[in-house]
């Protein structure tokens, strides 16, 4: 079993930063993505950012120039830098995993940190 592990989150103004941060420990055999999902109340789940072992990211328009994502492969951990914050990226920032050498693909999922920004 794989076990995600999140921290960073909290209480920030608009227009600050912060740093989410996720490592991935267990029986890891190889996680060839890393990323990081958010759902805002009464909202859906929304893609923040994605990257893969060969660094190849992707982000939602939302967040393109504000937030970066970046991973450690070494020791198996993603981080995501959000700068510029607005009270619409006010959300649960939920990691996740996904290691395709198994068939079917196995996700794995943090248990998720709470990012809100006040106005």
């Known amino acids: 079993q794989v076990q995600l592990v999140e921290s960073g989150g909290g209480l920030v103004q608009a227009g600050g930063s912060l740093r989410l941060s996720c490592a991935a420990s267990g029986s890891i055999r190889s996680i060839n993505v890393m990323g990081w999902y958010r759902q805002a109340p009464g909202k859906q789940q929304e893609l923040v950012a994605s990257?893969?072992?060969?660094?190849?990211?992707n982000y939602a328009d939302s967040v393109k120039g504000r937030f970066t994502i970046s991973r450690d492969n070494a020791k198996n951990t993603v981080y995501l830098q959000m700068n510029n914050l607005n009270p619409e990226d006010t959300a649960v920032y939920s990691c996740y995993a996904v290691d395709t050498t198994y068939s079917p693909t196995r996700n794995y999922w943090g248990q998720g940190t709470q990012v809100t920004v006040s106005s």
């Open positions: 990257i893969t072992t060969s660094r190849i990211t």
